[in-house]
């Protein structure tokens, strides 16, 4: 029986990979679908730092408070551009339970792009179920908000999304 459990998430985005990658990698793209303040430098063992927005609903069934994660440092690992993203955090104290890895993997998918992400190294015991689920909802509503913008151009990244 495992110890760990993982997060996959697969969604299928209209657009290029190099947009997708773009996207997980500029500052500046970051801030605009995701992010209030981010700073990034897509190269391996480039800094990374990014800074959530205040999202309406914290603390709803939707997206937990401890989900809400004000500001985390880490560093890109492993890019190839189109193809993946890495970045591992730097996690604080209080989130002990919460890996460091987390990976996007694109692929082209006819006219558009396949994100798989993965969240590897969750603990599988029942003590960690609040904090797996708060990180579930977290990326889903993550990638919910890079699909819309990629898509459609909008954004809104106050309001937290699910995937459909």
């Known amino acids: 029986m495992s110890k ?5 998430f697969t969604i299928v985005i209209k657009a ?16 605009r679908w995701w992010l209030a303040g981010a700073e990034t430098d ?10 959530w927005p205040k999202i309406s609903g ?20 492993d890019l190839e551009p189109g193809r993946k993203v890495a970045w591992v955090w730097k996690l604080p104290k209080r989130r002990p339970q919460v890996p460091a890895l987390s990976s996007f993997f694109l692929q082209p998918k ?4 396949e994100v798989l992400l993965l969240h590897a190294g969750f ?7 609040r904090v797996y689920a708060g990180c579930a909802q977290g990326w889903e509503d993550c ?3 890079l699909k819309l913008y990629l898509e459609t151009g909008r954004t809104c990244k106050d309001q937290a999304l699910t995937l459909k």
């Open 4 to 8: 760990t459990r993982d997060l996959r």
């Open 16 to 31: 290029k990979p190099e947009q997708v990658y773009k996207a997980l990698t500029s500052a500046r793209e970051l801030c």
């Open 143 to 145: 990638l919910a908000k």
């Open 58 to 77: 914290a603390g709803s069934r939707v997206f937990p408070p401890h989900a809400a994660f004000g500001e985390l440092e880490g560093s890109f690992v």
């Open 110 to 113: 006819g006219r558009g792009c």
């Open 123 to 129: 603990s599988a015991a029942a003590a960690g179920d």
């Open 42 to 51: 897509a190269r391996s063992a480039g800094r990374l730092r990014l800074v």
